[in-house]
């Protein structure tokens, strides 16, 4: 019973997550614990997928403690503790390879296909390999760790780990916005998978490819690419469908879709919530991000500030970073820029010793402002802080050149919006369009031109302040111009 209840299920992170939690929802005895200590890595791995990272520590702990009876138990959950013990929060990677002897004195062998492979997901799900089950940014300042781990841990991810160890320094070279460096590094990655590759970890390299392509306004490969991704994922990866729609959100929102962001929010998956669980952080992002864009500024700032600290719970920098970076935007529109200043600044500086760039720069005019009040700060010799001149500028030019290329989601909150006054052809010519007739419907409707009702409609997008018909009519309801 116990290896049925560990191995969990194949259709992803979420129903694993929700199929323990009928087991685990509720604490047992202590006895049941002593007499059956298997139970404490059950829960290290319940508690971990759903954040509770003080329960986590204290099953975590108990495993430690109980190694050799667990070991008693069968080979294989001492694999699945290893698991456990890898994900712990409290440990840094080196510390954890130095441990490792502790697991090695019990350890008759391990799976051969690799038990972590074998999971409801060695990602958990999330589409960025270096942001998956663990925050592993700590290789990017000590890149040695790597040897130490193809002897240690690396053996639990079977040959996954042949394209998973130059996938994750290639993610790395991406977060320093080397992106065609990225597109090379990856596409050697791309060359190491099989047939037999986990879909959890294609999905993971081909995100990253995308994610290039995009940055570098490559759209059509991109597209191509995505399609070819959204087509596996539909066939073998189902599970992967409210992350990869978040993913896919999020590039609108980036290019100022408000209509992306209220499709988003009114999303099956997309649940209120007070705490954030693991396996959902990447979507909780896109919703911070949605709620901004549709005006929901404090339930953005409550997403934000729950995911900075989960950021800073679960030791994941580059979660901590990103909430940083939008909430610094945030709160620099909402007119609040002594906040947003050092919200910025307290980013940038746990990002800097990395070399990481891209989540600061992919809110673009969002942080554009902030970034130069703090490269005039720097320039003032009483300045003491950790933050240096060369990387800022970095930052700021990723970031200036983003936002040329991109309207982000930010724009224009926290201001007084002047009347829109629309003409009585701009409001028909929307009325018509909400209730789904296309150009050439509305000219026989009108008698009106082709050309002269793409004037009125294109005119009407200026004084709404959009780019689409789905945004215009939105946003003309908004304001009660339009039933």
């Known amino acids: 019973m116990f290896l049925f209840l560990f191995r969990g299920h194949k259709d992803g992170v979420a129903t694993y997550a929700d199929f323990l939690r009928t087991f685990c929802g509720e604490t047992l005895p202590e006895r049941a614990f002593r007499e059956a200590p298997v139970l404490h890595v059950l829960y290290a791995w319940y508690y971990y997928l759903t954040s509770r990272h003080e329960e986590y520590a204290f099953h975590m702990d108990a495993i430690m403690r109980?190694?050799?009876?667990?070991?008693?138990?069968?080979?294989?959950?001492?694999?699945?503790?290893?698991?456990?013990?890898?994900?712990?929060?409290?440990?840094?990677?080196?510390?954890?390879?130095?441990?490792?002897?502790?697991?090695?004195?019990?350890?008759?062998?391990?799976?051969?296909?690799?038990?972590a492979t074998n999971i409801a997901s060695f990602t958990h799900n999330l589409p960025y390999m270096h942001r998956s089950n663990r925050d592993y940014s700590e290789i990017a300042l000590d890149p040695k760790i790597l040897s130490k781990i193809d002897g240690t841990f690396a053996p639990l991810l079977g040959p996954e780990w042949e394209y998973l160890r130059p996938g994750i320094l290639a993610c790395f070279t991406y977060e320093k916005n080397r992106l065609n460096e990225t597109l090379c590094e990856n596409e050697s990655v791309m060359g190491l998978l099989t047939k037999e590759s986990k879909a959890d970890g294609r999905i993971c390299v081909m995100i990253l490819q995308?994610?290039?392509?995009?940055?570098?306004?490559?759209?059509?490969?991109?597209?191509?690419?995505?399609?070819?991704?959204?087509?596996?994922?539909?066939?073998?990866?189902?599970?992967?469908?409210?992350?990869?729609?978040?993913?896919?959100?999020?590039?609108?929102?980036?290019?100022?879709?408000?209509?992306?962001?209220?499709?988003?929010?009114?999303?099956?998956?997309?649940?209120?919530?007070?705490?954030?669980?693991?396996?959902?952080?990447?979507?909780?992002?896109?919703?911070?991000?949605?709620?901004?864009?549709?005006?929901?500024?404090?339930?953005?700032?409550?997403?934000?500030?729950?995911?900075?600290?989960?950021?800073?719970?679960?030791?994941?920098?580059?979660?901590?970073?990103?909430?940083?970076?939008?909430?610094a935007a945030l709160y620099w529109a909402l007119g609040r820029k002594k906040e947003a200043e050092t919200q910025l600044?307290?980013?940038?500086?746990?990002?800097?010793?990395?070399?990481?760039?891209?989540?600061?720069?992919?809110?673009?005019?969002?942080?554009?402002?902030?970034?130069?009040?703090?490269?005039?700060?720097?320039s003032d010799n009483g300045y003491k802080g950790p933050l240096t001149r060369a990387y800022l500028s970095e930052v700021m030019l990723a970031a200036h050149s983003f936002a040329g290329s991109h309207v982000g989601y930010i724009a224009g909150i926290g201001k007084k919006d002047k009347p829109v006054k629309l003409s009585g052809q701009q409001k028909h010519m929307l009325e018509l369009l909400s209730q789904g007739y296309k150009n050439a419907e509305i000219s026989e409707m009108t008698g009106l031109s082709i050309p002269t009702i793409k004037t009125h409609t294109s005119l009407a997008y200026k004084k709404l302040d959009v780019n689409n018909a789905m945004d215009a009519v939105l946003k003309a309801r908004e304001l009660g111009l339009i039933e």
């Open 66 to 115: 109980n190694l050799p009876r667990i070991a008693r138990a069968g080979n294989e959950f001492v694999e699945f503790a290893m698991l456990a013990f890898h994900v712990d929060y409290r440990k840094s990677l080196k510390k954890q390879v130095q441990l490792y002897t502790v697991f090695g004195k019990v350890l008759k062998k391990f799976t051969q296909e690799g038990l």
């Open 210 to 327: 995308h994610s290039a392509l995009w940055q570098l306004g490559r759209r059509q490969e991109a597209d191509s690419l995505m399609d070819g991704l959204c087509a596996f994922v539909d066939a073998s990866a189902q599970y992967f469908i409210p992350n990869l729609t978040a993913y896919q959100t999020k590039l609108k929102l980036l290019d100022g879709d408000k209509a992306a962001a209220h499709e988003w929010l009114n999303s099956y998956y997309v649940t209120e919530t007070n705490h954030i669980e693991f396996f959902r952080s990447f979507q909780h992002f896109t919703t911070a991000r949605a709620y901004i864009a549709t005006g929901n500024t404090e339930r953005a700032l409550h997403y934000l500030l729950l995911l900075k600290k989960f950021g800073e719970n679960l030791s994941r920098p580059l979660d901590r970073c990103e909430a940083g970076a939008i909430l």
């Open 345 to 378: 600044m307290e980013t940038l500086a746990v990002l800097q010793p990395y070399g990481f760039i891209r989540v600061v720069a992919d809110e673009g005019a969002g942080v554009v402002p902030i970034l130069k009040r703090i490269l005039s700060k720097l």
